[in-house]
Structures are given as structure tokens and as C-alpha cells.
């Protein structure tokens, strides 16, 4: 097992990497792995397998009711790649004037270069599994078990890349976030279609679908496809 003490940060420009089978063990009750903070970015690449997953959870040792706040790649990160590995007593509220009820155990919070690589992901007794607020992200396989109170947390525009449902246990939903970054709307400018999961999304905040920058009068306009049994409900002072 490895241990961390918060937070945890790659070097500056740097990556790192986690074999599979590693325990990930957080001391602390505000344990975070922190990734692309500085302006010369960094990475994380965690490549668990079926047979070897990687583990993220609080060292045994860690008080009663303790949790760890997550994995946060931030605007500058150049690699976020993450595949089966598991996550236990993770993720956070945050406060409200930060517009965002919860952070995720795996929180993208800007525009990491690429696309992110999230994949063959287990999430039990998590606030929050995954909260998406920018960039381009390759989702797939995700289970969100017994104790997850939210399985995603989402901005309008990351629903493009939600392309299939997901594995949900238990009393849990999704959020779809009209006030992520510091806003009172969430804009969709791209054309998608949008995956109906088994669970509802509760809307905070307003959805709005808006022209792309540069678009002129007589270009298509973007179109939001809901498939089949999509189901949204709007209750968090929208």
C-alpha cells in the first residue's frame, strides 16, 4: 500500500504514474491527489487491470467517519487517465458559493489537453464519483454501489461524451449543473445526444442551448437530442 498525506501534487511538468495493484491509502481526512495546478501542467496515469484493479480509499488507521477528498485534475493538467481502479469514502461538498454542491472522487475542473480516459471505474460510499466541468472526457463502464449518494455531478456541455448508461446501486442520482464555473447557466454550443441513465439527474441552476463562437446567420443551429427515458427533474432553486 501507499500512503499520502494532503495534498499530494506531481512535480512540476511532471506525470505520475500508479501499477496496477497498488493501494492508494489517504491518512487524512482532506487527502487530495492534486494534478496540473501550476501553468507547466502535469499528468496522472492510473492503468489498474481486471485481474490487478487499483485501490483509492483511507489507510485502516484513518478516525471514524473520516473521508478523503479525491483525484482533481485542474485546467493545466496534460494527462488524466484512469482505468479500473475502485474508490471508497471519497469526494466532498463544497461550499455555496462555489456554485458546485459536490466535488467528485475523480473532479476534472477545467480543460485538461486531450481527451480525459475514465474507464472500468468502481465508486462505493462516495459523495460524489465523478464531477465533470470542462474538457473532453472518454467515459465508460462506470459503477456507482451501494453508498453512493451522487454518481455523476456534470456540466450541459459533458453530456456529449456520456455515451452509454452506467451501473447504479442504491438510492443514487446524478447532478446536471447549471452553475459550474461561476455561473448562473449552463450553455450547450454542440449538437449531442444525451443518454438516459437509470437514475434521475436533478437540474441545479438553468440549461441553455447557445451558437458556437463564430457562428453566423444560416449555420445549423446546436440540437440536444434526449434519448428515450431520459429523466431530469428540476429542484435545486432552478
Do not use: M
Amino acid at each position: 500500500a501507499a500512503s499520502a498525506k494532503p495534498p499530494a501534487k506531481p512535480a512540476s511538468g511532471a506525470t505520475l504514474t500508479i501499477e496496477p495493484g497498488v493501494n492508494v491509502q489517504f491518512l487524512s481526512n482532506t487527502g487530495v491527489i492534486q494534478v496540473g495546478s501550476g501553468t507547466d501542467g502535469g499528468g496522472l496515469i492510473a492503468r489498474g487491470t481486471a485481474e490487478a484493479p487499483i485501490t483509492f480509499g483511507l489507510a485502516p488507521d484513518a478516525e471514524e467517519g473520516a473521508r478523503w477528498a479525491g483525484i482533481t485534475f485542474d485546467e493545466y493538467a496534460k494527462v488524466a487517465e484512469i482505468t479500473h481502479a475502485t474508490f471508497t469514502t471519497c469526494g466532498r461538498t463544497l461550499r455555496p458559493s462555489e456554485f458546485v454542491p459536490v466535488a467528485g472522487c475523480i473532479a476534472l475542473q477545467g480543460h485538461p489537453d486531450g481527451v480525459a480516459v475514465l474507464e472500468d471505474l468502481a465508486f462505493t460510499d462516495v459523495t460524489a464519483g465523478v464531477s465533470l466541468n470542462g474538457g473532453r472526457t472518454q467515459l465508460a463502464r462506470l459503477a456507482f454501489g451501494e453508498g453512493a449518494l451522487v454518481g455523476l455531478v456534470a456540466h450541459a456541455e459533458n453530456l456529449r461524451d456520456i455515451t452509454e448508461a452506467f451501473t447504479y446501486t442504491g438510492d443514487t442520482f446524478n447532478i446536471l449543473d447549471g452553475r459550474v464555473r461561476r455561473s448562473t447557466q449552463s450553455s450547450v454550443s454542440e449538437s449531442a445526444t444525451w443518454v438516459a441513465q437509470p437514475v434521475p439527474w436533478h437540474v441545479v441552476g438553468r440549461l441553455a442551448v447557445t451558437a458556437p463562437n463564430g457562428w453566423v446567420d444560416g449555420d445549423p443551429f446546436p440540437t440536444v437530442t434526449l434519448e428515450a427515458g431520459f429523466n431530469a427533474t428540476f429542484e435545486f432553486n432552478a
